[in-house]
Nanobody, 125 residues
């Protein structure tokens, strides 16, 4: 069992940056492929970015390519999402997720076994 906790969300203006963190307890995150998803009001939860167990592989959704960077530090059991040049359309609750299979490219939320509670990101125009 893995318990995931996101932090770092907040209210920012368009063009600002935020860094989200996803910490874990229970088991080491190095065993899991990791993903960040987001869900805006009235919309489906969507894939944002993923990273392989070692951190050597990453994957991004088209709307965030070039602006967001996913990384991980397995020594401190944490995954990060650096978000730059934020836009109002990035407003959502952001969730981190862990996949026992190691997948980090799957856009299907059912491929991930464990989820955090989410952190709100609001970008004003």
């Amino acid at each position: 069992q893995v318990h995931l906790v996101e932090s770092g969300g907040g209210l920012v203006q368009a063009g600002d940056s935020l860094r989200l963190s996803c910490g874990a307890s229970g088991r080491t995150l190095s065993s899991y492929g990791m993903g960040w998803f987001r869900q805006a009001p009235g919309k489906e939860r969507e894939f944002v970015a993923g990273i392989s167990r070692s951190g050597g592989g990453t994957s991004y959704a088209d709307p965030v390519k070039g602006r967001f960077t996913i990384s991980r530090d397995n020594a401190v059991n944490t995954v990060y999402l650096q978000m730059n040049s934020l836009k109002p359309e990035d407003t959502a609750v952001y969730y981190c997720a862990a996949a026992q299979s190691g997948t980090y490219t799957s856009r299907n939320r059912n491929a991930y076994n464990y989820w955090g509670q989410g952190t709100q990101v609001t970008v004003s125009s």
